[in-house]
T-cell receptor
């Protein structure tokens, strides 16, 4: 029979377009957030992080926006490339230690 | 730095056999995490250590799973006896000041 698994939201974009991946986090006390990229057959790879005292942080082709009022995090990828195709996870730090709570992930597909 | 190192990268075993997964964290990191990832359940935290001491093992599925960290540069996750439902990718991650860095994972298949 057909296997049932997690249904990952999928974002399909054209190469060269900008991508926006959204994440709603759960704990208003979270003070540190990370975006990870996971390519097929590999472990999650750190992309960019942001602390709760910031609203925006930019990296190379990526920008993370944090809206604490509505507990929303987004990852913007400029000029999306085929190599950006992957599953993207947001994660929040919810305690004083280093434990992270991960979101379910969004699959980004880049059409050439 | 070589990053987090895991071995083996792939493991195929038969039901009932003992499986040992190994992890070398990034030097200087004081936290180590073991995760399991499946299509059905996504990424699950199994256990984590701080300065070699287990802090939270509430994610360990059952007594068949055990983890140790005898020193700051080595950890093992053991499954005994293994069952087909343990088939998954097991990731080790280490961190210092919040950012976790993941290893490449061990893909386990229990027949």
């Amino acid at each position: 029979g057909e296997s049932v698994g997690l249904h990952l939201p999928t974002l399909s974009v054209q190469e060269g377009d900008n991508s926006i991946i959204n994440c709603a986090y759960s704990n208003s006390a979270s003070d540190y957030f990370i975006w990870y990229k996971q390519e097929s057959g590999k472990g999650p790879q750190f992309i960019i992080d942001i602390r709760s005292n910031m609203d925006k942080r930019q990296g190379q082709r990526v920008t993370v926006l944090l809206n604490k009022t509505v507990k929303h995090l987004s990852l913007q990828i400029a000029a999306t490339q085929p190599g950006d195709s992957a599953v993207y996870f947001c994660a929040e730090n919810t305690d004083a230690g280093n434990m992270l709570t991960f979101g379910g992930g969004t699959r980004l597909m880049v059409k050439p | 730095d070589a990053g987090v190192i895991q071995s083996p990268r792939h493991e195929v075993t038969e039901m009932g056999q003992e499986v040992t997964l190994r992890c070398k964290p990034i030097s200087g990191h004081d936290y180590l995490f073991w995760y399991r990832q499946t299509m059905m359940r996504g990424l699950e935290l199994l256990i984590y250590f701080n300065n070699n001491v287990p802090i939270d093992d509430s994610g360990m599925p059952e007594d068949r799973f055990s983890a140790k960290m005898p020193n700051a540069s080595f950890s093992t996750l053991k499954i005994q006896p293994s069952e087909p439902r343990d088939s998954a990718v097991y990731f080790c991650a280490s961190s210092y000041r919040g950012t976790q860095y993941f290893g490449p994972g061990t893909r386990l298949l229990v027949l």
